[in-house]
């Protein structure tokens, strides 16, 4: 065995094997399998998410150009740098269970180390081979180990065995080293793949308890509100009210004394009631008492109804609850597509509808304003605006609902979430009221 030497000539291997495949039929049938070889791996790669299945292929496509009986693809653990079989084919449960070695061990060991293809003709005779006891078990005999690089980083190694002496040509070497850099291309995907998913899911963490801080903060503020301040106010109007009533009985003819009384009856009547619509905003109470549906009615007869805008209601009744945490982001979707309507839209219409349909619930807000061109909410986050769409469907995504917004300047909005109800809610359709 001597990995230096195959590596120093694999260059030239290549070259010869590819200018014998000019000059004659062979060689050109051995480009066109190794063409579709690559091919087939690199659909692969481009096609799947799933690293085994991608490897799979990669090892398949290998023992059919090859005729290898047995083998497999080791990868590389970073933090520990043993190798490990991920997968195989042809070796028995307790190869491809105990086979693992340290950086440099055994043959797969320095391969990946070095970087370097290694063949031999015999690894039963190898001095240094990890494991001769499961080689023997095996009946391994004829070997060749090829390193899955990316960017010259080693990740894994790609071992095809037989079970009789052979000598491997340079197209075998080359065949391998071909395929086993798409794979290495396809672990280091699968990696990166990998850390995004485990970003998002700590941002999706974070986002969530930022959400259910956000509405802890808002329901203490609201009681507060509801016990401290807005109990205050509603004494004073009573207290305003009365001195109203007792100055009219004691016949004070004070014209301007009797005004501003009126005037500050009246002030602290339309502070309480602001307090009370603020009160809803924070936490409407219905959502907890009487459900997501009620909830929505009041929310929106209450905004829109007393600015000139015509509420229209297409609700299903749920039976059973949404999750907690469901129902209020539902509510928060519905209350920040009416809130930019009445801000943005010059809408004369707003029809909110909430229907069953294929074991999802979708929710959708429609008016008929003055619309606008989706493709520019990036430009107006610039200017300080369009962050109320993105955090509906950031909201959306916290739960496993989609939201999208659809609009043309002229043509109304449509602001529509799906959230797959997976068993947990029934709904009922009932007459909107």
Same mark, same amino acid.
């Given at each position: 065995m001597d990995g230096d030497n195959e590596q120093n000539k694999y260059g030239?291997?290549?070259?010869?094997?590819?200018?014998?495949?000019?000059?004659?039929?062979?060689g050109e049938e051995y480009i066109d399998n190794l063409i579709l070889a690559?091919?087939?791996?690199?659909?692969?790669?481009?096609?799947?998410?799933?690293?085994?299945?991608?490897?799979?292929?990669?090892?398949?496509?290998?023992?059919?150009?090859?005729?290898?009986?047995?083998?497999?693809?080791?990868?590389?653990?970073?933090?520990?740098?043993?190798?490990?079989?991920?997968?195989?084919?042809?070796?028995?449960?307790?190869?491809?269970?105990?086979?693992?070695?340290?950086?440099?061990?055994?043959?797969?060991?320095?391969?990946?180390?070095?970087?370097?293809?290694?063949?031999?003709?015999?690894?039963?005779?190898?001095?240094?081979?990890?494991?001769?006891?499961?080689?023997?078990?095996?009946?391994?005999?004829?070997?060749?180990?090829?390193?899955?690089?990316?960017?010259?980083?080693?990740?894994?190694?790609?071992?095809?065995?037989?079970?009789?002496?052979?000598?491997?040509?340079?197209?075998?070497?080359?065949?391998?080293?071909?395929?086993?850099?798409?794979?290495?291309?396809?672990?280091?995907?699968?990696?990166?793949y990998k850390r995004l998913q485990r970003s998002k899911e700590r941002y999706?963490?974070?986002?969530?308890?930022?959400?259910?801080?956000?509405?802890?903060?808002?329901?203490?503020?609201?009681? #507060? /509100?509801?016990?401290?301040?807005?109990?205050? $106010?509603?004494?004073? @109007?009573?207290?305003? =009210?009365?001195?109203?009533? !007792?100055?009219?009985?004691?016949?004070?003819?004070?014209?301007?004394?009797?005004?501003?009384?009126?005037?500050?009856?009246?002030?602290?009547?339309?502070?309480?009631?602001?307090?009370?619509?603020?009160?809803? #905003? /924070?936490?409407?109470?219905?959502?907890?008492? $009487?459900?997501?549906? @009620?909830?929505?009615? =009041?929310?929106?007869?209450? !905004?829109?109804?007393?600015?000139?805008?015509?509420?229209?209601?297409?609700?299903?009744?749920?039976?059973?609850?949404?999750?907690?945490?469901?129902?209020?982001?539902?509510?928060?979707?519905?209350?920040?597509?009416?809130?930019?309507?009445?801000?943005?839209?010059?809408?004369?219409?707003?029809?909110?509808?909430?229907?069953?349909?294929?074991?999802?619930?979708?929710?959708?807000?429609?008016?008929?304003?003055?619309?606008?061109?989706?493709?520019?909410?990036?430009?107006?986050?610039?200017?300080?605006?369009?962050?109320?769409?993105?955090?509906?469907?950031?909201?959306?995504?916290?739960?496993?609902?989609?939201?999208?917004?659809?609009?043309?300047?002229?043509?109304?909005?449509?602001?529509?979430?799906?959230?797959?109800?997976?068993?947990?809610?029934?709904?009922?359709?009932?007459?909107?009221?």
């Open positions: 030239t291997a290549a070259k010869n094997s590819l200018d014998s495949g000019l000059n004659n039929k062979a690559i091919s087939r791996v690199s659909a692969a790669i481009s096609g799947l998410i799933d690293l085994d299945a991608t490897l799979n292929i990669g090892l398949d496509t290998t023992f059919e150009f090859m005729g290898g009986k047995a083998g497999g693809i080791m990868l590389l653990d970073e933090e520990s740098d043993m190798l490990s079989y991920r997968v195989t084919r042809g070796f028995s449960d307790r190869y491809s269970e105990e086979m693992d070695m340290k950086l440099g061990e055994g043959i797969a060991g320095k391969v990946a180390q070095s970087g370097k293809v290694i063949m031999v003709d015999d690894i039963s005779l190898e001095h240094d081979v990890a494991r001769p006891d499961l080689v023997m078990l095996e009946g391994l005999k004829a070997f060749i180990s090829v390193p899955l690089k990316a960017r010259e980083k080693v990740l894994g190694v790609m071992n095809i065995a037989s079970q009789k002496p052979r000598s491997f040509t340079k197209r075998d070497i080359y065949m391998c080293k071909s395929i086993g850099d798409q794979l290495g291309t396809a672990i280091e995907q699968a990696k990166l999706r963490q974070l986002a969530q308890r930022i959400i259910v801080a956000q509405e802890k903060e808002r329901k203490k503020i609201a009681r #507060d /509100l509801h016990d401290e301040t807005s109990q205050i $106010l509603a004494g004073l @109007a009573l207290n305003l =009210q009365a001195l109203t009533e !007792m100055s009219e009985r004691l016949g004070i003819r004070d014209v301007q004394f009797k005004e501003i009384l009126k005037k500050s009856h009246a002030s602290t009547v339309q502070v309480h009631s602001e307090i009370s619509r603020l009160i809803a #905003d /924070l936490r409407p109470t219905q959502l907890d008492t $009487l459900g997501i549906v @009620a909830a929505i009615r =009041q929310y929106v007869n209450s !905004m829109v109804v007393a600015r000139g805008i015509k509420a229209h209601f297409d609700l299903d009744a749920v039976e059973k609850h949404l999750l907690p945490e469901e129902e209020l982001s539902l509510f928060r979707l519905v209350q920040g597509a009416v809130g930019n309507i009445i801000q943005h839209s010059e809408a004369k219409n707003v029809t909110i509808s909430l229907k069953h349909q294929d074991d999802k619930l979708v929710v959708k807000v429609v008016d008929d304003g003055k619309g606008f061109q989706v493709e520019k909410l990036s430009e107006l986050r610039k200017i300080g605006r369009g962050y109320g769409l993105l955090n509906m469907k950031e909201r959306m995504t916290l739960i496993g609902a989609t939201c999208s917004v659809q609009s043309q300047p002229g043509e109304g909005t449509t602001v529509r979430a799906v959230l797959p109800l997976s068993g947990k809610v029934s709904i009922k359709e009932t007459k909107p009221q």
